[in-house]
């Protein structure tokens, strides 16, 4: 089916992989100082307790700014926000490794912070200018993705780093490799021809007037909440009740990031086949709460722990997956990067939060406490994805495309 604004052909899949990795390696700003944040805290002289701030200052950019970022993808090009959104990620990296004292490095992670909350809006904006129809299903739930695998790259490339005093290379080796793709980007991606314009009207006001965003961009968050929370501690926690070394611990999370992905991706799939978003997300919900309470508790024996790990970041994918439900929400197809702005920004406030509050449960309460914040935050998600499915789906129809829509119930 075309699409009814009379865009171009679709995007090609060299596309929308290119616009997927530059979005990973957009979050991988927050996720890149796990592995090695006591390095990081060691070196600055400042408590661990810093840790997880130290993790989550660029979300903090992207958690506030990002609807804002949303409108000005709207008037000056998806494709000129994201490279320029690249270039500030560098740059912060590079400082970074020249950084002596947390002031520097913190103002280092604020730029990062900028380019982060650049590339998180343009690029699944230009996501969905780029796809249409079942295509865009696939895409987007594909980008759905972004988070969890910005989180397993760096426990693959950068666990090793860990504990020897190098970690300025987790910082040094992204800024190279993100570099290389924004080049790549510059000639190979499509700048969107006239919607791009300045003058175009952005709809900003129409977007900051519509639920659907507030309501998704919060299920999201609830969600973001207690996956940040779990990614951030769980090497650390599975290492301490089992015996294990960072590396080997980081190396189980890295495969329930695997189950993350298979997760997001076939959502897609099926909801292209009449696959029920609303079912969708009570299975993810659920696994959510049935992987994730029990993960970090203490188990008879780390196969156990293991089972439950894959159980809660496979649940995981299934409700990252629905991203694909973001064009939907949208007031009209002249507002997609306001309305991916909102969301996101209002989805980054539980990536900002997710590890901190994790981190301040294993100092007073450990994982029981950290058990309670999954349940009230999967609860929470629940019922606002039941709420943004039901109401915006009822119809059968995209409010951003006017395009048919899969039933959800």
């Known amino acids: 089916m075309q699409p009814a604004n009379g865009e171009r052909a679709q995007g090609s899949w060299f ?45 903090a950019l992207t958690a506030v700014g990002a609807l804002l970022t949303g409108s000005l993808v709207d008037r000056c090009g998806d494709k000129r926000i994201l490279i320029i959104g690249s270039l500030f990620i560098v740059a912060g990296d590079v400082g970074i490794a020249f950084a002596a004292t947390l002031t520097a490095f913190l103002l280092m992670r604020v730029i990062e912070g900028l380019g982060y ?59 190279v490799v993100l570099a290389v793709l924004a080049v ?7 700048a969107g021809g006239g919607e791009t314009a300045p003058k175009r009207t952005t ?7 519509a639920p659907g965003p507030y309501l998704l961009g919060l299920g999201f968050g609830c969600h973001a909440f207690i996956q940040t929370g779990i990614v ?48 969708i997300a009570a299975w993810g919900a659920l696994g959510v709460l049935a992987g994730g309470i029990p993960v970090g ?63 301040a449960s294993q ?11 999954i349940a009230v935050a999967g609860a929470l998600m629940l019922v606002v994805l039941w709420i943004v499915i039901r109401g915006f789906a009822r119809n059968g129809v995209s409010a951003a495309e006017g395009e048919p829509m899969q039933a959800s119930h």
């Open 363 to 373: 100092a007073t309460g450990g994982w029981m406490r950290e058990s309670v914040n």
């Open 297 to 359: 508790l203490e188990l008879p024996s780390v196969p156990i722990a293991i089972l439950f790990a894959c159980i809660f970041f496979f649940a995981s994918g299934l409700v990252s997956g629905l991203w694909a439900l973001l064009p939907q929400v949208a007031p009209g197809p002249q507002t997609r990067g306001a309305t991916s702005g909102l969301v996101t920004q209002v989805t980054l406030f539980g990536v900002l939060l997710g590890p901190p509050a994790a981190f």
């Open 232 to 279: 951030s501690t769980l090497p650390h926690v599975l290492a301490h009740l089992y015996g294990l070394t960072l590396p080997v611990a980081a190396s189980i999370l890295t495969l329930g990031m695997v189950f993350n992905v298979i997760g997001c991706v076939v959502v897609g799939p099926m909801m292209n086949r009449g696959g029920q978003p609303l079912a």
């Open 117 to 175: 909350v650049c590339v998180a809006v343009s690029a699944v904006t230009m996501m969905m200018r780029i796809t249409y129809g079942a295509r865009r299903n696939i895409a987007m739930t594909l980008w759905s993705s972004f988070i969890p695998m910005s989180f397993a790259l760096p426990l693959i490339m950068t666990s090793r780093l860990a504990g020897t005093d190098q970690w300025r290379w987790a910082f040094t080796g992204h800024a």
């Open 184 to 190: 790549v980007a510059l000639f190979a991606l499509s």
């Open 203 to 209: 709809g900003l006001g129409v977007v900051l007037r």
């Open 15 to 59: 596309s929308i992989i290119l616009i997927y990795a530059l979005g990973v390696l957009g979050a991988t700003t927050v996720s890149q100082a796990i592995s090695v944040a006591g390095d990081i805290v060691k070196f600055l002289h400042v408590p661990h307790q810093q840790a997880g701030w130290i993790i989550s200052t660029p979300s």
